[in-house]
């Protein structure tokens, strides 16, 4: 998906544009998706590519939407992140490259994995609007 930064900023809130396309983050606790319980599945807000579904959504206590699996091959890619002197896996979205959070080894079984997401880089689709 190709859209120039001009594009980004008409179709995008400034908060969303912030995290998506500048590799921002938003305060812990503060996202709409952080204590969300509804059944459906979690969208890129930058193209709508489904990311992950509510049935692999946790609380992991880490203040940011947190799931143990990404919705599928074609969802999200990662690459190391150096920024901020750490060493971290950045999450991204596969269509549209906007920045979504990171990726850590110490989620729940069966995969080990916390993807930890900003709500500013997610929608929602409930299970009758993807039907």
Known sequence: ???????????????????L???????????????????GVYVCAGCGNVLFSSDTKYESGSGWPSFWEKADENSVETKIDTSHGMRRIEVICK?????????????PNPTGLRYCINSAALD????????
Request: proline share 3%.
């Open 21 to 39: 396309r500048q590799c921002g983050t938003e305060a812990p606790f503060t996202g709409k998706f952080v204590y969300h319980k509804e059944k």
């Open 124 to 131: 929602f689709r409930t299970e009758e609007e993807e039907e």
């Open 95 to 107: 269509n549209c490259g906007g920045h979504l959070g990171h990726v850590f080894d110490d989620g």
């Open 1 to 19: 998906m190709e859209k120039n930064e001009e594009e980004w900023k008409l179709t995008l809130s400034p908060e969303q544009y912030r995290v």
